[in-house]
């Protein structure tokens, strides 16, 4: 790649490599390990069926049936016009930052957080800032306004609950964070079904320069088939629309969705489980000495690690994959069945004795 006439920016940049295990327990990159329900598999194949008839044939282009789905889905009274959709809610992003962002633009956020951002940024040639959160990873209105008054951003995102520290914002952050800028506000929701916190979806009135984006990825149990989106404005949706690549959602996407959209209440059936979950395995670490934060999410962010490098080799040579973290002493673990959190728990004081 060094001998290839590269962008500059580009030079020296390393791909997004979350490490993948594919026959291991993956407790790295906060799916929901429960899986699609049986039922709901057989109507996802029923609906992909009916398409391939006409695969010759492009898809709909502003898959409209399935921002209908997706609306009817989403809490409060949203339209299918408030809604747009692509392959992950990192090509929301992207799409977005395209639309909105750019040179001469200047994205900013409020880390530890989402590691994708400053990557879409960059290939969207957008100026990325990240600020440290406050004390415990929280966020105040004060403190997120003021910082935007002085740094001027043409996008805020807020990721609430964040990734990965799992903490949530109250609505008053977003609502100051509106307050203080003239640019768009992104709420990344992508743990939304986890937490007890309402929707920023709630706020959309009135303000046409908020975004909530989402995905099916985590609670949805449907990372495989790459389906994000987002609500917001008609008004967006017609930006996204200038920079989207035709044709960009499959029609075996847009029929898996659909499907498993209609079948909701099933999809999300283990959402409280894994919440349950997520407090036994908290209780588990923190009766080793280590540091849980409180979640609103399907995963943990644990601290107090003397060498979370060591801690995560050891899981791996033994079958299980969690995440590394930027931030020091700290490993990231998403909360599996109850199996999976079993053998988490079985595994870990001795990848702790192993250091001694
Ligand atoms: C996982 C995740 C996403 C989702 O990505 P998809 O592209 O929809 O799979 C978005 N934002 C955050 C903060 C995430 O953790």
Known sequence: MEDLPLRDDLRGSEPYGAPQLPDGIQLNVNENSFGVPIEVQNEISQE?????ASLHRYPDR???KLREMLAGYVPGDVSKEQVWAANGSNEVLQQFHQAFGGPGRLVLSFGPTYSMYPVIAKSTLTEYLELPRQEGYELSAEYVSSA??????????L???NNPTGTSIGQEVVKAAYESTDGMVLVDEAYAEFSAEPSAISMLENRPRLVISRTMS????????????MVSDPAVVDAMRLVRLPYHLSALTQAASIAAIRNSD???SN???ISRERERVALGLISLGLKVLPSESNFLLVEGFADPRAVFDYLLKNGLIIRKTTIAGALRITIGTPAENDKLLELMPKALQSLD
């Open 62 to 64: 502003e898959f409209l």
């Open 271 to 273: 959402v409280k489980e």
């Open 218 to 229: 985590k609670a949805f149990a449907f990372a495989g088939v790459r389906l994000g989106y």
């Open 159 to 161: 990721c609430n609950p």
């Open 266 to 268: 099933l999809m999300l």
């Open 48 to 52: 992909i069926t009916k398409t391939l």
């Open 148 to 157: 935007i008054e002085k740094h001027k951003p043409d996008i805020v995102i």
